[in-house]
């Protein structure tokens, strides 16, 4: 019979943090090994491959994102930004909610600098995500006096775009697979260079609703 106490079916979450207030990359991948272990939290599909979903919220990491508007010839400014967005993968819809972002970023008063390509590994994924996977692109925005009460004012619906995360502070990456693929999946998360002082992560376990990209957590 049934017994309620014994029920544990729920997404797995965690979190840990330096107590030295010191960045660095060891925190990224506890996080992620943490993370892995609680795979078991979720299912996967038919194919075998495509997960419940799972994701990690990171501390933005001024000299990671430095870094990249150096190679486009940028420097960095005072107060960085990153917008983290979900685009259509057709390539003419990316590019209206990509205008239709900077549009919005433009009219908080930030300043958007440069669009890049989070890079990604597909082979990670199985046929139903990839069947349904978006475009992951990062804008990098000077943020100005508007700072973060300007970045969250991104936040919202923005036609053929999912805001994944908009922060001077913070950075996410998730995706529709299990939380042991997270790391393989995106590179960023396997650059030594990328530095955090805490990591929130997740592993979703679809009860009420079908597993998408737009659902996964951490929002």
Same mark, same amino acid.
């Given at each position: 019979? =049934?017994?309620?106490?014994?029920?544990?079916?729920?997404? /797995?979450?965690?979190?840990?943090?330096?107590?030295?207030?010191?960045?660095?990359?060891?925190?990224?991948?506890?996080?992620?090994?943490?993370?892995?272990?609680?795979?078991?939290? /979720?299912?996967?599909?038919?194919?075998?491959?495509?997960?419940?979903?799972?994701?990690?919220?990171?501390?933005?990491?001024?000299?990671?994102?430095?870094?990249?508007?150096?190679?486009?010839?940028?420097?960095?400014?005072?107060?960085?930004?990153?917008? !983290?967005?979900?685009?259509?993968?057709?390539?003419?819809?990316?590019?209206?909610?990509? /205008?239709?972002?900077?549009?919005?970023?433009?009219?908080?008063?930030?300043?958007?600098?440069?669009?890049?390509?989070?890079?990604?590994?597909?082979?990670?994924?199985?046929?139903?995500?990839?069947?349904?996977?978006?475009?992951?692109?990062?804008?990098?925005?000077?943020?100005?006096?508007? #700072?973060? %009460? #300007?970045?969250?004012?991104?936040?919202?619906?923005?036609? #053929?775009?999912?805001?994944?995360?908009?922060? !001077?502070?913070?950075? !996410?990456?998730?995706?529709?697979?299990?939380?042991?693929?997270?790391?393989? =999946?995106?590179?960023?998360?396997?650059?030594?260079?990328?530095?955090? %002082? =805490?990591?929130?992560?997740?592993?979703?376990?679809?009860?009420? !609703?079908?597993?998408?990209? %737009?659902?996964?957590?951490?929002?």
């Amino acid at each position: 019979m =049934y017994q309620d106490p014994q029920e544990r079916d729920a997404c /797995g979450v965690g979190f840990l943090s330096r107590l030295d207030g010191n960045a660095s990359h060891e925190v990224v991948e506890l996080a992620l090994s943490a993370a892995a272990a609680m795979s078991h939290r /979720g299912a996967r599909a038919a194919d075998g491959r495509t997960g419940d979903g799972a994701g990690i919220t990171l501390e933005l990491s001024p000299a990671f994102f430095a870094r990249e508007l150096a190679s486009a010839n940028l420097r960095a400014p005072e107060r960085l930004g990153v917008v !983290t967005a979900f685009l259509p993968a057709d390539p003419f819809a990316a590019a209206h909610a990509r /205008g239709a972002i900077e549009a919005r970023v433009r009219a908080t008063g930030l300043t958007p600098l440069r669009w890049r390509e989070v890079p990604r590994d597909a082979r990670v994924l199985g046929a139903h995500a990839i069947a349904a996977a978006p475009g992951v692109t990062q804008l990098l925005v000077d943020a100005g006096l508007p #700072g973060e %009460r #300007g970045m969250r004012a991104v936040h919202g619906a923005i036609e #053929g775009a999912e805001i994944v995360s908009s922060s !001077t502070l913070l950075v !996410t990456y998730k995706a529709l697979l299990s939380s042991e693929d997270l790391a393989a =999946y995106y590179a960023d998360l396997r650059d030594p260079s990328y530095a955090s %002082r =805490y990591a929130v992560f997740h592993q979703r376990f679809s009860t009420n !609703t079908a597993p998408s990209w %737009r659902l996964v957590q951490p929002f």
